[in-house]
């Protein structure tokens, strides 16, 4: 058998995510630019556009100091092409993705489990994107995979490796602690050690994680921050993250977790009931689910609610439905194959829709325009997004330093009353927001609009030829649309 040894097991599941960062070919959030290539290509190339997070400095500048890193070598050896640019941060995000798999191997022990991990599609959809969220995910099951379970009374592992993990995580996004309380109430209460011995364990690691942090963020931004500070301050106590779309309280369990998890919402009841049952053999199990409860009950409460935030749970999800008595009885009945075959349908079909079609728009439309500014055509040309903010990427995926505009949404950090941010305003009344914007001002000589605003603009539009038409999406959201169309002045 090819799995027989781990060494090919760890090979064909990087060779697996590595396939996948030529197979998805779509934008998932902004996040994915905003939060780290864009910070990063600024750091590396001293131009570009920093979001308000980094203004307020609220974010920690590690992940996209790493990456910076990366950009520079890159530029050091004259191979700094936009190609290589969004490429090469993904390449390294899809080895470490395998490997975490691979560490999940290790630790389930369970073939099944680490199928069930391989080919979820929405882990799939996300393992080589330059999100924090996937970063988390793949720490986060690495951790796993050294985290101290007690196997009998006699036979203790008191190892903190993995807090040190758990350290590294939380320097760059403090919320990812949420899942990790209950596991880390378990090492305490199951640990051997004193609880002197723990509280200056635990407060060391602590320390020296805040120490390395301060350093890069204070050497990034340029002067003395400790960006968690910044971070609790202005998200929980001026709620700002209310600002981007509020759902339902249930969300997550009717909609977050049917669609990322697939079939395993309908089972995960099932499993749970059998699991508090049989507590006593179930332990690892218990304190998963407990983990996932206690996640998405502290998520639910929170007005921002988003499909990639239960990504760190997934893999312990998938662990707990696959690893219990009940499943292995599930799985060795007639309808093995049956389960497999749908568990493969219902992973392939979306996988594919949405890493190869839903939302491919704004990755082709910067490949236009990067090929489209050529080294002499470039100080003729500035470009104006007139779409929701943030929906494309922009210098990382173009590098060139030419003049981009786009409507801005910033949250309401003046308390102005009644504030509406600048694309709200433009879509409202796109004629009259243009009247208003560009009446002394030069109009951009490129311009980018979803069709959907195509009619609502026309008298603007005079003064534009269509240059190319390029699909976005069957299914837009508000003012999205099916189709981007990307218009060149006439002069
Ligand atoms: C980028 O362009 C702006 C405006 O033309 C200029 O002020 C800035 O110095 C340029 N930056 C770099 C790194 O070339």
Redesign the pocket.
């Known amino acids: 058998m090819l799995f027989k040894k781990p060494k090919y097991v760890l090979i064909s599941l990087i060779i697996w995510r590595l396939i996948s960062v030529y197979i998805v070919q779509t934008s998932h959030v902004p996040d994915e630019y905003w939060q780290s290539l864009e910070v990063a290509h600024n750091l590396a ?3 570009g556009h920093l979001t308000w997070e980094w203004k307020s400095m609220i974010r920690s500048y590690i992940y996209p100091f790493l990456i910076s890193v990366l950009y520079k070598i890159l530029a050091t050896l004259n191979l700094d092409s936009v190609n290589m640019l969004t490429t090469i941060p993904r390449i390294f995000q899809a080895a470490l993705s395998g490997y975490a798999d691979y560490r999940f191997y290790l630790w389930t022990k369970n073939k099944l489990t680490v199928f069930c991990l391989a080919i979820n599609w929405y882990w799939y959809y996300c393992a080589t994107r330059t999100l924090t969220n996937t970063l988390e995910t793949s720490l986060t099951i690495i951790a796993l995979s050294v985290f101290p379970w007690r196997k009998n009374k006699r036979n203790t592992s008191n190892d903190t490796k993995f807090l040190w993990i758990l350290g590294f995580i939380c320097a760059i996004r403090p919320t990812i602690i949420i899942p990790w309380i209950p596991l880390c109430l378990y090492h305490i209460f199951s640990s051997t050690k004193s609880i002197i011995l723990l509280f200056f364990q635990y407060t060391g690691i602590v320390i020296f994680t805040l120490t390395y942090s301060t350093i890069i963020d204070t050497y990034c931004y340029g002067e003395l921050i400790i960006t968690p500070l910044e971070f609790f301050r202005l998200n929980i106590i001026n709620n700002i993250a209310d600002f981007y779309g509020k759902h339902h309280l249930l969300w997550y369990f009717f909609v977050g977790l049917p669609v990322i998890s697939g079939l395993f919402a309908i089972y995960l009841p099932f499993v749970g009931y059998e699991i508090i049952k049989n507590y006593r053999n179930l332990t690892k199990q218990l304190v998963c689910l407990v983990s996932i409860l206690w996640t998405i009950f502290i998520y639910s409460l929170l007005e921002h609610k988003e499909f990639r935030f239960l990504l760190p749970i997934l893999p312990m999800i998938i662990y707990i439905c696959t690893c219990t008595p009940f499943t292995n009885n599930l799985m060795s009945n007639k309808f093995k194959k049956l389960l497999i075959g749908i568990l493969i349908l219902t992973n392939i079909l979306p996988g594919i829709y949405f890493s190869v079609i839903h939302q491919r728009g704004p990755l082709d439309t910067v490949k236009f325009l990067e090929d489209k500014l050529t080294v002499e055509n470039l100080d003729k040309h500035d470009i104006m997004y007139l779409t929701p903010c943030h929906a494309f990427p922009l210098y990382s995926h173009i590098h060139k ?3 981009i505009k786009f409507l801005t949404c910033e949250p309401n950090l003046h308390y102005i009353n009644n504030y509406t941010d600048e694309a709200d305003e433009f879509f409202q009344n796109p004629s009259n927001w243009l009247d208003d914007n560009y009446k002394n001002l030069s109009l951009p000589s490129l311009l980018i609009v979803y069709d959907n605003i195509v009619n609502r603009i026309s008298g603007f539009l005079k003064n534009y030829k269509p240059i190319v038409k390029l699909f976005n999406s069957h299914f837009p959201q508000n003012n999205y649309g099916h189709y981007i169309i990307v218009y060149e002045r006439i002069n």
Request: avoid cysteine; glycine fraction near 0%; aromatic fraction near 34%.
């Open positions: 190339f001293n131009y330093n030419i003049t």
